[in-house]
């Protein structure tokens, strides 16, 4: 009896090394990774590059394991982003003439069309910026659309044309990426999405990406508009 026991035990505290052997292995490699973003590609400095790296590393295992046809939830509660990041918006400083623009929804999907109308009723709440919703698309400055396309790791994007002696907008196309938001293993609530379509609005408005607690956040989908993003408006249009 007392072998036998003395074996359980033996094999109890073998399994637990390797166990706890693994979990130290992870945890350094994620770190090395963590480090790895960090220098490579965050576009902040301090902590707010480091929690670029984090989010990044996050998404990036998340993307590995499942692969590899290992189910995880990591890319559950991670976004453009993402969960990749929101957008891959490049920085314009284009804007409108004024502090309103003409959108056309052109989606038959009842999420993003019903996300669309929330977000643009959020923005024109603020009474910074005014989108008047039309039904003659060719009477739109900005067309609101989606697409499913699993190739680009965002949520969302903003194609902008732009007058380059001016620098204002002749025309924006919005687009909510359906293979993310409307797939439940990214687990994309339909709050997150409502705060995607903020985003890519705002991106529409002539706002670019910034790393505070925003709507305009470039890697994530956790905030809708704050305060800063309406002042951030305001300045863009001096209002």
Do not use: C
């Amino acid at each position: 009896m007392r072998l036998i026991f003395n074996s359980i035990r033996f094999l109890l505290r073998l399994v637990w090394r390797v166990l706890w052997g693994l979990v130290w292995s992870f945890a350094l490699s994620f770190l090395i990774i963590v480090g790895i973003f960090y220098f490579t590609t965050s576009t902040e400095s301090g902590s707010a590059g480091l929690s670029q790296a984090v989010q990044t590393a996050v998404v990036r295992v998340g993307q590995f394991l499942d692969h590899q046809g290992i189910a995880t939830g990591l890319h559950t509660n991670v976004e453009t982003q993402t969960d990749q990041l929101t957008d891959e918006h490049t920085t314009t400083g284009a804007r409108w003439d004024q502090a309103e623009a003409a959108i056309y929804i052109d989606t038959d999907n009842e999420t993003f069309r019903s996300a669309y109308q929330d977000a643009i009723g959020s923005w024109n709440q603020t009474g910074a910026f005014t989108f008047h919703i039309v039904t003659d698309k060719d009477k739109a400055d900005i067309i609101a659309t989606e697409m499913n396309d699993g190739s680009v790791s965002a949520a969302g994007e903003a194609e902008s044309q732009t007058n380059l002696l001016t620098n204002r907008f002749t025309n924006v196309t919005v687009r909510l990426n359906g293979y993310y938001l409307l797939n439940n293993r990214y687990g994309y609530s339909y709050e997150r999405i409502v705060n995607t379509a903020e985003h890519e609005l705002g991106h529409a408005i002539g706002l670019d990406h910034n790393e505070e607690d925003s709507v305009m956040q470039s890697a994530g989908s956790f905030y809708s508009i704050q305060p800063a993003d309406i002042q951030a408006v305001k300045d863009l249009y001096q209002t």
